[in-house]
């Protein structure tokens, strides 16, 4: 426990020291570069040394635990692309036809219905992603 509050301790640190010379400095444009490489250097390497120091410790468990957990990882791996796959797809298509529809719009106000249809079949793909991966984790 007391690693995680000194990591925690060190992490707000290396992202309020660098700020506070900042800004109790002149506020010249190179203090703002220096501060901010302080800031980047301190803060990834506070990260790189919490990840060292919290997963270092070797875990152990029964074979059977062991190749569960390997055959479930292909399903939430599974489940977590066709969703995320799904999203960034309905992401691209709602961008492209929400934009469209909004033109159309301001052209011709009469044809809301029929944009707002587009853009919710757009937006269907990703609850089809998301009933893909409930049914692989079911």
Not at 42 to 60: D, E, V
């Amino acid at each position: 426990m007391t690693a995680k509050w000194v990591i925690g301790v060190i992490l707000v640190l290396s992202i309020v020291l660098p700020m506070a010379y900042y800004y109790l400095s002149e506020r010249k444009r190179g203090n703002l570069k220096i501060a901010l490489g302080f800031n980047t250097v301190f803060f990834f390497g506070t990260l790189l040394a919490a990840g060292i120091l919290l997963f270092s410790g070797n875990a152990s468990a029964a074979e059977e635990t062991a190749e569960a957990a390997q055959s479930d990882s292909w399903r939430f791996l599974a489940a977590a692309l066709s969703t995320g796959m799904s999203c960034i797809g309905a992401g691209i298509a709602v961008a492209s036809a929400a934009s469209s529809a909004l033109g159309a719009l301001s052209e011709d106000s009469s044809i809301m219905g029929k944009a707002l249809i587009f853009v919710a079949l757009a937006e269907s793909i990703a609850l089809y992603g998301l009933l893909i991966s409930f049914s692989i984790l079911g």
